[in-house]
């Protein structure tokens, strides 16, 4: 779990840098100094190819 401290401290870089949590929440600190909460999600995708018509 990312702590307020670790989001209030943490600095723009030069580049776009994560700070983790290390369960799929992350914070993306850009260089502007604007900093955005995002989750990744992993989606699994079914797709199932083929015909079930009977000839």
């Known amino acids: ?3 307020d ?3 209030k401290n943490a600095k723009p870089k ?3 840098y994560a700070v ?3 369960e799929g ?3 993306e600190i850009h260089p502007n100094g ?3 909460l ?3 999600v992993i989606v699994k995708i079914v797709v199932h190819c083929g015909s079930n ?3």
Do not use: F, N, P, V
Request: aromatic share 8%; hydrophobic share 30%.
């Open 25 to 27: 929440l992350y914070l």
């Open 14 to 16: 030069e580049k776009i």
């Open 1 to 3: 779990m990312l702590s």
């Open 38 to 40: 995002c989750r990744h």
């Open 53 to 55: 018509q009977k000839e």
């Open 5 to 7: 401290a670790a989001c």
């Open 34 to 36: 604007s900093k955005y």
């Open 20 to 22: 983790t949590d290390g």
